[in-house]
């Protein structure tokens, strides 16, 4: 079983698309707002974790630290054998870690899209944090930033668009960096990316 982020479902499922389809692995995924409130993320899975264990399931979590502060590998502690996605965020897995090392030390001030922030932009971020309200607090939000960088797993042109329409709504150059979905097969488990395959 997979418990994963709901802003993953495309990409899992594109990864995992034929292994899920075979019943070979159960996705089941919890919502992407999540990350606008980070400390929700650890007792979502909790309640999945421990039901797995319950009934002797192996598990793959299908999310970095994702703003838990640790608080996700300190819950997996608990629970040996279960992995989950490497780094800080989706963009680490995204990019690699190493490309996203140097983007970040190129300009710190940036702020990264994927193909899903791209195309849920306005309510995840815009309506999330207010700004469909107080447009007068987008400054105050990102007056640090000094660019915006998709990184796009399909290369989709309606996400480039809707990537540049959130760098326009942030005030803010966009760069576009194709990141594919190579890594992300690569931090999945073999085992899991086997599973139900024979």
């Known amino acids: 079983m997979i418990v994963a982020c709901g802003a993953l479902v495309s990409e899992l499922r594109a990864v995992l698309g034929q292994v899920a389809a075979s019943g070979g692995v159960e996705m089941r995924f919890l919502p992407a707002n999540l990350h606008n409130r980070p400390e929700g993320i650890v007792p979502a899975l909790r309640e999945h974790l421990d039901a797995a264990r319950e009934q002797g399931r192996e598990v793959f979590v299908g999310y970095a630290d994702c703003g838990t502060g640790g608080d996700l590998d300190r819950l997996l502690e608990g629970h040996p054998g279960v992995a989950r996605l490497p780094g800080a965020h989706c963009y680490e897995f995204f990019a ?3 490309v996203f090392a140097l ?5 710190p001030g940036t702020f ?15 309506e999330g944090l207010g700004l469909d309200r107080h447009p007068q607090l987008r400054d105050d939000y990102f007056g640090a930033y000094r660019r915006v960088v998709l990184l796009s797993q399909a290369g989709d042109d309606a996400v480039l668009a809707a990537a540049a329409e959130a760098a ?4 803010l150059p966009l760069e576009h960096r194709h990141t594919g979905l190579g890594h992300l097969a690569d931090a999945i488990p073999v085992t899991v990316r086997m599973a139900g395959a024979a």
Do not use: I, N, Q, S
Request: charged share 25%.
């Open 96 to 98: 690699g870690a190493d």
């Open 103 to 107: 983007l970040h030390d190129e300009e």
């Open 112 to 126: 990264y899209l994927t193909d899903f922030l791209a195309k849920h932009f306005r309510p995840l971020v815009w």
């Open 168 to 171: 326009a709504m942030l005030g």
